[in-house]
């Protein structure tokens, strides 16, 4: 008796085609779970070798940026008051060039009390915001504008230190390392008291200044 066979349907009528190793696969499909791994991968990127690994180590690392940071500014704020024309202006950026030096032995001495040795690592950030400044300089001629300009390019900086000293303090309370806190905290109310004399000085004399100008 001849077996009965069913006829009307092939393996392309369900949409699937047969390859060469005998497995179906669905044609005009996209493999979700394939897309979503590499959507997820995107952008992803690899720690370098010596990536900080607690937070404690990250806490080194952003000593070692302000520490960069400080010394950059030591050698770049001089250079802000010669450009300054008010006189004002000139004892205010003199008188953190002071704080500042003050502020990397302060540094020197958190790095000690964490057992860690003095060390600066590249803070693109401030390298960043001192060539902006030395840009913002050469943009304005000489007088209220460019004073305006200083006091601009100076508030930047402070906000920036106000948030990293901000930070790091944040992270030595979590971590019970109450000296290195206590030096943070010092500095950190120095650049908060800059920030807040460059306001006043801009609103009161420069800027008005700048604006007749």
């Given amino acids: 008796m001849a077996k009965k066979t069913t006829t009307g349907k092939s393996a392309t009528s369900t949409g699937k085609k047969t390859t060469p190793t005998g497995k179906t696969t669905s044609t005009g499909k996209k493999s979700t779970a394939t897309s979503?791994?590499?959507?997820?991968?995107?952008?992803?990127?690899?720690?370098?070798?010596?990536?900080?690994?607690?937070?404690?180590?990250?806490?080194?690392d952003g000593l070692k940026d302000l520490y960069?940071?400080?010394?950059?500014?030591?050698?770049?704020?001089?250079?802000?008051?010669?450009?300054?024309?008010?006189?004002?202006?000139?004892?205010?950026?003199?008188?953190h060039l002071e704080e500042t030096?003050?502020?990397?032995?302060?540094?020197?001495?958190?790095?000690?009390?964490?057992?860690?040795?003095?060390?600066?690592?590249?803070c693109d950030a401030m390298d960043g915001l001192l060539k902006e400044?030395?840009?913002?300089?050469?943009?304005?001629?000489?007088?209220?504008?460019?004073?305006?300009?200083?006091?601009?390019?100076?508030?930047?900086?402070?906000?920036y230190e106000i948030a990293s000293y901000g930070t790091l303090a944040t992270y030595a309370k979590l971590?019970?390392?109450n000296q290195t806190l206590s030096l943070l905290?010092?500095?950190?109310?120095?650049?908060?008291?800059?920030d807040t004399d460059l306001t006043k000085l801009a609103t009161t004399e420069i800027n008005i200044k700048a604006k007749r100008a």
């Fill in 175 to 177: 971590l019970g390392e």
């Fill in 101 to 122: 030096k003050n502020q990397v032995t302060r540094l020197e001495d958190a790095f000690k009390a964490m057992g860690e040795k003095a060390k600066g690592e590249k």
């Fill in 36 to 60: 979503t791994k590499k959507s997820a991968e995107t952008g992803k990127l690899k720690a370098k070798s010596d990536a900080a690994e607690n937070l404690r180590e990250f806490l080194v």
């Fill in 68 to 95: 960069w940071a400080e010394k950059a500014l030591v050698k770049n704020l001089p250079k802000m008051a010669k450009n300054a024309t008010s006189p004002k202006l000139q004892a205010a950026v003199n008188k």
């Fill in 185 to 194: 905290k010092a500095t950190l109310a120095e650049e908060k008291t800059c």
């Fill in 133 to 159: 400044a030395e840009s913002i300089m050469k943009e304005t001629e000489a007088g209220p504008v460019r004073d305006a300009a200083i006091i601009a390019a100076a508030q930047k900086v402070e906000h």
